[in-house]
């Protein structure tokens, strides 16, 4: 794992990911949820590819704005970068662009955990 990895990963809009689907609004647009899960799911497997097996990351933060609404069918590009690594703390920076333009940016905080422990821990 180093600072500076970056990883860029697509998705087309689909039916199922606008607001109105998914109860955070009432439009046909792409959802700030599903946003989120774009800008997750590509930090996620930039790191996940560099842990040991039985390691993962977990969300811990999420401070992005939602700059541009998409439809469905719209190709979206997200690129994740990796700025800084604190202890078991990965700092992300990450934006998704249509056509160019920003849909939405800002910073992800993962944290890395072992699979097994985490789930023992919360079972308790
Ligand atoms: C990640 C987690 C295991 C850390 O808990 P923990 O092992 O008890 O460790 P701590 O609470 O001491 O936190 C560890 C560090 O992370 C930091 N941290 C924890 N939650 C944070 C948050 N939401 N934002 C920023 N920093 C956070 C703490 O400040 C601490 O920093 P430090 O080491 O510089 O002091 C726990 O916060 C958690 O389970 N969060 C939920 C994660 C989740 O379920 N995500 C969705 C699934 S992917």
């Known amino acids: 794992m180093k600072e500076g990895m970056k990883l860029i990963l697509e998705k087309t809009v689909k039916a199922e990911e ?4 998914v109860a955070s609004g009432a439009l046909d647009v ?4 599903m946003l989120i899960a774009f800008m997750e799911n590509t930090a996620f497997n930039l790191a996940q590819k560099e842990l040991e097996d039985g390691d993962t990351t977990v969300g811990i933060s999420v401070n992005i704005k939602h700059l541009k609404a998409n439809l469905v069918g719209d190709l979206l590009k ?3 970068l990796l700025t800084k ?3 078991k703390k990965l700092f992300f920076n990450v934006k998704v662009t249509y056509n160019d333009e ?3 940016d800002g910073e992800h905080i993962r ?3 072992n699979e097994k422990k985490f ?3 919360i079972r308790g």
């Open 18 to 21: 606008t607001a109105a689907k």
């Open 30 to 33: 792409f959802s700030t949820p």
């Open 78 to 80: 997200c690129e994740a």
């Open 85 to 87: 690594i604190d202890g």
């Open 102 to 104: 920003i849909v939405g």
């Open 111 to 113: 944290y890395i955990v």
């Open 119 to 121: 789930i023992e821990k």
